[in-house]
């Protein structure tokens, strides 16, 4: 009796309220870190990878760099060629054009992911270098609540 007692001590009660949901992540690129906010109260605080040139916003297709500005996390690929990926909706408009009259590609596919498929293993030890394309790498428990708790829709801004 006293371990059905317990047991119902440590199990989440039915009535209990749901996971609150980020409504905002914030990527500072100096701090390598990445913030999940829901009305202005931090959820999660991760350690993060980004593009092998981290200084200096992406400018063109192949700069190996992660932009900064203000967008938005549009769409999930669960199939990535990484630990799951959410897109972010880099570039808009000013930075297509801004790179179109350089006669250059402002590429895309910029995305927050987890580790290479295969890779997994490699845990934190993935940040100890910048090595990414332009995207915003964590782990994959790390990229399984991201997940969760960013929904498609969900603003994000990346910050020098």
């Not at 209990?16 to 913030?35: F, G, H, N, W, Y």
């Amino acid at each position: 009796m006293l371990v059905l007692l317990l047991l119902g001590m440590l199990a989440e009660p039915v009535w209990a309220a749901p996971k609150m949901k980020a409504d905002q992540v914030v990527v500072v690129k100096s701090e390598r870190t990445l913030t999940l906010l829901a009305h202005g109260k931090v959820l999660r605080t991760y350690k993060v990878a980004l593009g092998g040139v981290p200084i200096g916003a992406k400018q063109q297709q192949g700069d190996h760099r992660t932009p900064e500005g203000h967008y938005i996390l549009d769409r999930r690929n669960p199939k990535s060629r990484f630990y799951k990926a959410i897109h972010v909706s880099y570039p808009n408009d000013k930075e297509r054009r801004a790179a179109a009259k350089r006669g250059l590609s402002a590429g895309g596919d910029i995305m927050i992911h987890g580790l290479p498929n295969g890779f997994g293993w490699l845990g934190e030890s993935h940040r100890e270098r910048d090595w990414t394309d332009g995207c915003i790498a964590v782990t994959n428990k790390e990229m399984d609540e991201i997940w969760d708790l960013a929904p498609d829709g969900t603003p994000i801004e990346i910050k020098p």
